[in-house]
């Protein structure tokens, strides 16, 4: 059985999504979370995440959710696995068509608060160290239906809501956000790292929440994920990360980890590493439809498995002495020293202007470097 050292964890509705897409109805059986934590357990993963709902079917009665909650708590105690986040289902019900905290409906967005208020408390109860919201109603396929600016006022009235709520609770939970561009919304608020990174500067406790970008997500807005999680952990805001894989331009599509853009995999992989990044890895993806009961299973051990093995590569990658000096030729870590020492020096800062001629002819030697990674990647060095 492969070691903790990674904290990999995965969602319930990961390895038990069966298979539903907008055009076909479900090709495997729905799957119990306590065999979902037996199997994970089994498989070597450090923990779980979880909706209130992937646990507590919506409409149950509390006294079945009591037993439901107990019997899973069980589970976890049994097989030693953590909850890496616990999370609020404000997308599956038809009331939150509008969005949750963000509906044009004043008693929408007051149930959506107080749901989330409920699944804080379950989340507290299973011991989850980050609390997430994705926004997955939280945007509009009507512009004009939807001041952008009250849409952002309420989200924050949220959070600020259900930050007090935890702290007054005595309960030791971060939150992340985590942004996502579209689907299922034509668009959606806070689209991507960056926007969700200035919205908690505008919170009330901005100290308490930080970002969980996910690979797809940023993929998906053709963006590069190893930027955007180098500016959330540059901000001291990456409390927890999604991993899978997507293609730019398609749909969300939720792969087995790094089973597409390999070398955007490494260079996440290695920001991690470099990085000390303690958090849970979190795969929060899925298995292809075509692939059974059995094939879930293959599916979670993969993502491990390649998790384990770029990390491996990484450390192989920094160890070369040709990298040592591909990096010294490309000044890559010229890039970490600092360019001036401010304003005092304004003099001669204007005097260099007239290098530019000369500085120009100098060659950056990235095209040695990236072989050389990919190579690596390969195998084949
Ligand atoms: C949903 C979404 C994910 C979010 C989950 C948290 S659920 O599957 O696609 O990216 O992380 O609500
Ligand atoms: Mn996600
Ligand atoms: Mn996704």
Sequence with gaps: MPGHEHRFTFGLWTVGNPGRDPFGEPTRAPLDPVESVHKLAELGAWGISLHDNDLIPWGTSPAEAEKITARFEQALKEDGLGVGFATTDLFRHPAFKDGAFTSNDRGVRRAAIGKAMRSIDLGARLGAEV????????????????????????????????????????????????????????????????????????????????????????????????HAVGQALWAGKLFHI????????????????????????????RLLERAGYGGPLHFDAHSYRNENAEGVWDFARGCMATYRALAERVAHFDSLPEVNEALARSSTRELGEATCAGAAEADQLKSEVDSLDELAKRGYFNEALDQILVEVLLGVR
């Design 131 to 226: 609390y997430v919201f994705w926004g997955g109603r939280e945007g509009t396929e009507v512009g004009v239906a939807k001041d952008p600016r009250d849409a952002l006022e309420r989200y924050r009235e949220a959070i600020n809501v259900l930050s007090d709520y935890a702290v007054e609770q005595g309960y030791e939970l971060r939150f992340a956000m985590e942004p996502k561009p579209n689907e299922p919304r034509g668009d959606m608020f806070l689209p991507t790292v960056g926007h969700a990174l200035h919205f908690i500067t505008t919170l009330d406790r901005p100290e308490m929440v930080g970002v969980n970008p996910e690979v797809a997500h940023e993929t998906m807005a053709g963006l590069s994920i190893h």
């Design 242 to 269: 999604d991993l899978n894989a997507q293609r730019v331009g398609r749909y969300d599509q939720d792969y087995r980890f790094a089973a597409e853009d390999l070398k955007e995999a490494f260079l996440l992989v």
